[in-house]
């Protein structure tokens, strides 16, 4: 009998140990970000709503037009995804990077996605951005997303040459840039002394198609047409080619002419080809503290339903097979050829070129 309750009480301890060893294995280790961002499997998007659901909502850190685009992009996100809620907070580049960097030394995670033309750069520079897939780019060509996977496009910024209808007609506007040197335009053009959207960019373009040498050579011409200089946005310069101020308006955003040209305004615009361009990037937050949001909220921007948001919003849509609303804004018809400037190079040279438009314009 002895024997018999030994062998139970080592039958009853083993089983309890078996249980509760059972108990304690340990469950699957819940997926990182990294791993959440660089998903790519056949049950992805079923992974991200799922995982989304339980976050219930994203941070954007946008340089964007609030009332002209980002609330159309958030109230479009938000019928496709009713369980999350965006919070967006808007400024220029500079200052979303510095409030980035801010939280970050404090060990504050609150963005989850950055966009800018330069600002995603910046905050990469930093070491603050995550790698990540997303099946939209597929579609994307390669001037339009990072070949390390560190940002993707949302839309895209064509310059020209604006100018007052009343003032000039159609046929004597300049249609290159050599005709900008024609002596009838001294005096007679202005532009912004902006470093990402003015004539910085102009230089830009003209020493990398052009050239060094014969891009330098042309640019000392240009100086001798006297043109004036603006520390307002190109918009407003714009706005003052509008108002009669001066006749010309160089490396005007062609899409900022075409909607005031629609509202009755006496403007137009005249590519001069390679037409200067540059990209709107978005792109992915390390520590996102909602990657499953996050990673949706990058597929729809850059998916064909999220770019006719932005195409309806008189943005210039960066996929390959939504045009613009105005469809000659975007190369094809009007102007063919464009000069990207690829943001990695408008950063890296941003200050060469503030530099050589300094020295040779501003003395």
Same mark, same amino acid.
């Not at 995670?109 to 950055?114: E, F, G, L, R, S």
């Not at 930093?126 to 990540?132: K, S, T, V």
């Not at 307002?232 to 310069?237: I, P, W």
């Not at 949001?293 to 008189?314: H, I, P, R, T």
């Given at each position: 009998m002895a024997w018999i309750n030994r062998q139970s009480r080592i039958a009853t301890l083993t089983m309890v140990a078996t249980m509760l060893a059972f108990c304690v294995t340990p469950v699957a280790a819940a997926a990182t970000g990294e791993e959440i961002a660089l998903m790519n499997r056949a049950d992805r998007q079923k992974i991200l709503v799922e995982g989304a659901k339980k976050e219930g909502k994203i941070s954007w850190y946008t340089?964007? =037009? #609030?009332?002209? %685009? $980002?609330?159309?992009?958030k109230e479009a996100f938000e019928k496709e995804y009713p369980f999350i809620q965006m919070e967006y907070f808007r400024g220029n580049s500079e200052r979303i990077v510095q409030k980035m960097l801010a939280e970050y030394q404090a060990k504050r995670?609150? %963005?989850? $996605? =950055?966009d800018g033309t330069v600002s995603p750069t910046m905050v990469r520079r /930093?070491?603050?951005?995550?790698?990540?897939y997303s099946p939209m780019l597929a579609e994307?060509? /390669?001037d339009l997303k990072d070949p390390q996977g560190f940002w993707g496009t949302t839309n895209l910024y064509f310059f020209a040459t604006g100018y007052n209808t009343r003032m000039v007609k159609a046929a004597e506007v300049p249609k290159s840039y050599e005709d900008l040197l024609n002596p009838r335009w001294k005096g007679q053009m202005m532009w912004s002394t902006s470093r990402g959207s003015g004539a910085p960019i102009f230089v830009g373009t003209i020493l990398n198609s052009m050239g060094m040498e014969a891009g330098k050579a042309y640019l000392q011409k240009l100086k001798a047409q006297n043109i004036a200089? *603006?520390?307002? *946005? @190109?918009?407003? %310069?714009?706005?003052?080619?509008i108002a009669g101020e001066y006749p010309l308006a160089l490396q005007m955003? @062609?899409?900022?002419?075409? =909607? *005031?040209? *629609?509202?009755? /305004?006496? %403007?137009?615009?005249?590519?001069?080809?390679? #037409?200067?361009?540059t990209i709107h990037t978005v792109a992915l937050a390390k520590n996102s503290p909602h990657p499953h949001?996050?990673?949706?909220?990058?597929?729809? #921007?850059?998916?064909?339903?999220?770019?006719? $948001?932005?195409?309806? /919003? @008189?943005y210039l849509p960066s996929h390959p097979k939504i045009p613009a609303k105005q469809t000659d804004l975007k190369p094809g018809a009007r102007f063919k050829r464009a000069y990207y400037i690829n943001p990695d190079a408008q950063y890296d040279k941003g200050n060469d070129w503030v530099d050589y438009f300094n020295s040779v314009f501003l003395k």
């Open positions: 340089t964007l =037009i #609030v009332d002209q %685009v $980002v609330r159309p992009v995670y609150d %963005v989850d $996605v =950055i /930093a070491g603050l951005l995550q790698r990540f994307y060509p /390669a200089k *603006s520390t307002a *946005s @190109n918009r407003q %310069v714009l706005d003052l080619t955003f @062609n899409h900022h002419a075409f =909607i *005031s040209k *629609s509202a009755g /305004a006496p %403007v137009d615009w005249q590519p001069l080809e390679p #037409v200067t361009a949001a996050a990673m949706l909220l990058l597929d729809f #921007v850059m998916s064909e339903k999220g770019q006719k $948001v932005y195409q309806q /919003a @008189n």
